[in-house]
């Protein structure tokens, strides 16, 4: 289903550059804490019970809707890689879907194909014969595909066809060790110059030695047929090492240069890249963050409060084979025994970026080494944050913010770095300014750098435009081949938080797909310098007459507002002025416009920022 939007409003709402420095949220949603539970999930299947809400139709801006599902929560930490660009300019895509509001007795791996002109119809049906989840997705053999997914009874569900795009898929299943047998949340990749050697992570429940879950590496090296490699546990990711490493805490890089690599990191462990450049017959060990308590659990009492990654990470791989990660920032804190800990959602925000030329995460007191305020350095190690849209000089967001299992307020990040090692990274960020009088939306945020010697570009707003204006948009994840652009597929709803999870009804959930021009992120043109100038949210808001949106300009500028309606109708506009800096005062005329939700958009010179107003 695509849809599109003017040129004009393209460039108005959905290509949002911005350079700000650094603003904290408003002091009153600081400390605003919450509780959490620290265990994983039992099988993968939780279930809320609850009512299919309304859904959102109406789509303006030009992307590609790929499918849907009503079953919400597509990972408990970091995304597995679930979408795919084959060389010959092909696409495939897979998600957790369900098109049922309770039960889900049809959950399984949705799969899209795109032919090189165009999407196929939306799936209707999953691949698997069986119940299952969490789908991860690699090129397989010359020319053909495989997915490995979770029935969350007693094993990993293999799915492998020869021709991508078409044919019937084959079925194993690859189980744990005898007595054991339930493995979940896997992640594949594949390696060799046919793509023959498939290499899978699962985690193995209630391992045998150590009674608890372990991470378990599989090898086979005729494209899924037999299993070389069974039930491994690679030495320093074991119970030895770490009392869990939680569901879906493991990410595989996209292998390159004769490299494969994966990247742990949640709240409660090391964060660490596990490297073989000889197929998975050995593996180092690089740490990139060590955890202050190696060994936590519910046991575990620190009352001083603890920076750690937020559950989210991704890994890429350039051109040498080296690696780079990202991850979301979290603040937490676990005061007495128990299985539940607090974090601090509106205060815990920052995107980290790590590659091997730099030196491991430390500090004197490493319950601070991966502090976002004061210890790492913005445009080296902190690359994202939630952004002062209005230039308030503070985030101001609505009370509660809602987390999913990433805790972060800016979370999920995904790496890719392409064949010139130019660097792409997207994450989902709480954005001020957007909200449905309850709770504020994540849109879907991205950075460049040009190289790999680091250079950030302006932060860029995917979703910022009228097309999502009242949706939740998660799950970023990049193909992680590109072209002269990068491709990108993310999830979106009209609520934040996760149905599984209780946050609200079971609505229909969409799998959108965005190709963007690199050029886009990596900053080129005059939208992506510093905005000169302070836009105010409209005052009263909402209104019936008429309402004032202060811009305090840094220097003289042409000034002009226009109003848009849902559907990007221009309703209303100021004449365009020749305005002095200092402040500067915007009248909207509210008298003619019927009751509803608006955005309206101040032009300073060449820059545009976009709000939403409520007309009473």
Known sequence: MKTTLSIALIVLFSISGFSQK????????????????MSNPIDGSEIYQGTLAPVKSTNFQSEEDMGETFYDKQSNRAVANRVYLHPDGTMAATWTFSLETSGFNDRGSAYNYYDGNAWGSWPTARVETIRSGWPSYAPLGENGEIIVSHNAVDALVINARPEKGTGSWTETLLQGPAGFDKVTWPRVTTTGTDNS??????????????GDMELAYYRSDDAAVSWEIENYLIPGTSHDDYNDLGADSYTFAEPRAGV?????????????????????????????????????????????????????????????GKAHVVFGLCFVNHAEVGTTYTYYPAYGDGIAYWNEDMDPFENANQHDAL?????????????????????????????????YSEIG??????????????????????????????????????????????????????????????????????????????????????????????????????????????????????????IPAAVSQNYPNPFSGSSLVKVDLKTTANLHLE??????????????????????????????????????????????????????
């Open 371 to 403: 502090d976002p305020y004061d210890v790492l350095e913005e445009d080296v190690n902190l690359i994202g944050w939630s952004q002062d849209l209005d230039n308030s000089g503070t985030i101001d967001l609505l009370d509660p913010v809602i987390a």
């Open 197 to 210: 050697i498939v290499h899978v992570l699962g985690m193995i429940r209630d391992y045998p030695i150590s």
């Open 409 to 530: 307020l800016s979370t999920m990040p995904n790496i890719i770095v392409d064949e010139t090692n130019r660097i792409f990274v997207a994450w989902a960020s709480t954005t001020e300014s957007f909200d449905n009088g309850v709770n504020n939306y994540k849109h879907i945020w991205a950075r460049a750098s040009h190289s790999t010697d680091i250079g950030w570009g302006s932060f860029l707003d995917i979703t910022g435009g009228l097309i999502h204006i009242f949706d939740e948009c998660v799950y970023p994840q990049f193909a992680p081949l590109s072209d002269d652009n990068v491709y990108l597929m993310y999830n979106y709803d009209q609520n934040p938080g996760n149905a599984v999870d209780g946050d609200h009804d079971y609505v229909q959930n969409k799998q959108s797909f965005v190709t963007l021009g690199k050029d886009e992120i990596l900053g080129v043109g005059p939208m992506f310098e510093e």
């Open 22 to 37: 650094r603003a904290q949220v408003n002091k009153s949603m600081k400390y605003y804490s919450v509780q959490a539970e």
């Open 563 to 616: 109003v848009y309606n849902v559907v990007g109708q221009k309703v209303y506009e100021t004449p365009n002025k020749k305005a002095n800096a200092g402040s500067q005062y915007l009248t909207i005329d509210g008298s003619s416009l019927i009751p509803g939700v608006y955005t309206y958009t101040v032009f300073i010179n060449e820059h545009q920022v976009s709000k939403k107003l409520v007309i009473e």
């Open 260 to 320: 494969i690599a994966f990247f742990v990191a949640n709240i409660w462990c090391d964060a660490f890249i596990m490297k073989s450049t000889d197929d998975g017959d050995s593996w180092d060990k690089i740490m990139v963050w060590e955890h202050p308590y190696p060994f936590y659990d519910e046991n575990t009492i620190f009352t001083d409060t603890l920076w750690a990654p937020d559950n989210s990470g991704h890994i890429a791989l350039d051109s040498e």
